[in-house]
């Protein structure tokens, strides 16, 4: 069955630093990958997709990913954090018809 | 309408009760999901819907969990006889069509408490 896994449980960052949130996948073919971020006691925003084409995604609130099937990975960058981005971020791939997700990764950031 | 709806947003309920949480769908959303999702993990599929059509159940956790959607737009998942560890945020989904290319947009959730 088709997965994700996000190697990261907790990150802090300061301020205007860079970030980089990894995902690996395992999927045959080309996968439906996402990421969401989920703040607290809210629901799932979606931050960007991939499905196929260009394998760097812009999405929203300066988000980008990168798709590398030689890494199985698709990593989530942001080059400048800011403080509203502490939340929970969560990796997913579509798996017969349902996304799965991966265990997610916290954000803290410190000003 | 706009947005994924669920009602309630917040429910306690007492063991061995029943209960029933609501997910109205993006209208003409066709695929509708629900998810648990427990303190501090990530959302773990339960079940999904392609209209009235329950396609997979596999999820569930046991026969206590039944989900419907008789009319193919408003969703009911009912938990009879909770039991403490169904204590979770249970997130409904839904997408135009049902691969989800066009995304899954998610409601606020329901959390529900068994004490």
């Known amino acids: 069955a088709q997965s994700v896994t996000q190697p990261d449980i907790h990150i802090t960052v300061s301020e205007g630093a860079s970030l980089e949130l990894r995902c690996n996948y395992s999927y045959g073919a080309t996968p439906y990958l996402f990421w969401y971020v989920q703040s607290p006691g809210q629901g799932l925003q979606l931050l960007l997709k991939?499905?196929?084409?260009?394998?760097l995604v812009q999405g929203i609130k300066g988000f980008e990913a990168e798709f590398k099937r030689s890494q199985s990975s698709f990593n989530l960058r942001k080059p400048s954090v800011h403080w509203s981005d502490a939340a929970e971020y969560f990796c997913a791939v579509v798996s017969t018809d349902k996304l799965i997700f991966g265990t997610g990764t916290r954000l803290q950031v410190f000003p | 309408g706009a947005g994924v709806s669920q009602s309630p947003r917040y429910k306690v309920a007492k063991r061995g009760q029943d209960v029933a949480l609501r997910c109205d769908p993006i209208s003409g959303h066709v695929s509708l999901f629900w998810y648990q999702q427990a303190l501090g993990q990530g959302p773990e599929f339960l079940t999904y819907f392609q209209n009235e059509a329950q396609l997979d159940k596999s999820g569930l956790p046991s026969d206590r969990f039944f989900a419907e959607r008789p009319e193919g737009s408003v969703s009911t998942l009912k938990i009879q006889r909770t039991q403490q560890e169904d204590s979770a945020v249970y997130l409904c989904a839904s997408s135009l069509a049902g691969r989800g290319t066009e995304g899954y947009t998610f409601g606020s959730g329901t959390r529900l408490t068994v004490v």
């Open positions: 991939y499905f196929s084409g260009d394998t």
